[in-house]
T-cell receptor, first 112, second 114 residues
Framework: GQQVQQSPASLVLQEGENAELQCNFSSTATQLQWFYQRPGGSLVSLLYNPSGTKHTGRLTSTTVTKERRSSLHISSSQITDSGTYFCAMEPDSGGSNYKLTFGKGTLLTVTP | DAGVTQTPRHEVAEKGQTIILKCEPVSGHNDLFWYRQTKIQGLELLSYFRSKSLMEDGGAFKDRFKAEMLNSSFSTLKIQPTEPKDSAVYLC????????????FGPGTRLTVL
């Protein structure tokens, strides 16, 4: 089946440092979305980026479709950025291209 | 516009009970998804509706899980009978059918089966 690999599994930063999260997937993606989840919270959509580079606030995502990878860059991290970041993709598989496959997430902890 | 809403937020059930979780998608969204999230398995797709038609019935979850979409703005997920291993967070999500198919998630229902 489709696989989504995220790295690192966990990351600890000091406030103000930048974070780089990686997502690799096993097939060409037609949809690529990054989500954030606070402990006990729901999934919040951060960026929808099936290809190219997208920015919102301190977040930048770059997806290289041919290389089957996407990254999420968080600049000047803040304590409130702590939580789990998920990458999810929808494969380019013809008629059944509706199912988002999620990675296991990157747990980010930002310390003072 | 209101986002995806889910009720209840928390549910505690005895083993063998029937529980019904509810979801209202974002207005105008024709695709609706039910997921289950656990620490071990992560996010698993339970069911998927497109314009109220069931497109994905959850495979391994077919046995005791039944999702229905009574109208375009309301869906239920019934678990019957519940088992302790069903304890998880159940998430509902919706999106537009065409164009940018970004999924939006509800707050989830945390189910505990004793």
């Amino acid at each position: 089946g489709q696989q989504v690999q995220q790295s690192p599994a966990s990351l600890v930063l000091q406030e103000g440092e930048n974070a780089e999260l990686q997502c690799n997937f096993s097939s060409t993606a037609t949809q690529l979305q990054w989500f954030y989840q606070r402990p006990g919270g729901s999934l919040v959509s951060l960026l929808y980026n099936p290809s190219g580079t997208k920015h919102t606030g301190r977040l930048t995502s770059t997806t290289v479709t041919k290389e089957r990878r996407s990254s999420l860059h968080i600049s000047s991290s803040q304590i409130t950025d702590s939580g789990t970041y998920f990458c999810a993709m929808e494969p380019d598989s013809g008629g059944s291209n509706y199912k988002l496959t999620f990675g296991k997430g990157t747990l980010l902890t930002v310390t003072p | 516009d209101a986002g995806v809403t889910q009720t209840p937020r928390h549910e505690v059930a005895e083993k063998g009970q029937t529980i019904i979780l509810k979801c209202e998608p974002v207005s105008g969204h024709n695709d609706l998804f039910w997921y289950r999230q656990t620490k071990i398995q992560g996010l698993e797709l339970l069911s998927y509706f497109r314009s109220k038609s069931l497109m994905e019935d959850g495979g391994a979850f077919k046995d005791r899980f039944k999702a229905e979409m009574l109208n375009s703005s309301f869906s239920t997920l019934k678990i019957q009978p519940t088992e302790p291993k069903d304890s998880a967070v159940y998430l509902c999500a919706s999106r537009r059918t065409g164009g940018a198919r970004e999924q939006y998630f509800g707050p989830g229902t945390r189910l505990t089966v004793l």
